[in-house]
């Protein structure tokens, strides 16, 4: 999976392939370990771009306009978490491409 946004205000071009996943799951970004607290980019609402620290000390790549998020947890211990006005079809298509998802 690859995955584009501004380095500037953003998280990065990032290249996700199956052998850096540790685990995937759909999950709702803003309570428990996944809140989320800007390190460098923007949050508005739902609409989250950049790197951000999560309520477990994580760090997580971001790129989102929605609650409802697929959330990749990277061997190294990081995360990039993505969510779009169809988070369930990013996360099917991510299923069927790149990794098996994680059943909540």
Excluded at 14 to 36: D, E, F, R
Excluded at 86 to 96: K, R
Aim: overall charge neutral.
């Amino acid at each position: 999976m690859n995955i584009q946004s501004p380095s500037f205000n953003g998280a990065g071009n990032m290249n996700i392939t199956a052998n850096k996943i540790a685990s995937a799951y759909v999950g709702q970004i803003g309570s428990g370990n996944l809140t989320l607290s800007k390190q460098h980019g923007t949050n508005y609402d739902h609409f989250n771009v950049g790197i951000f620290t999560l309520g477990n000390g994580s760090k997580a790549y971001v790129v989102s306009n929605n609650s409802t998020n697929l959330i990749i947890e990277l061997n190294n211990g990081e995360f990039v978490i993505l969510g779009t006005s169809n988070t369930n079809g990013l996360a099917v298509s991510f299923s069927h491409s790149v990794y098996p998802l994680k059943l909540s």
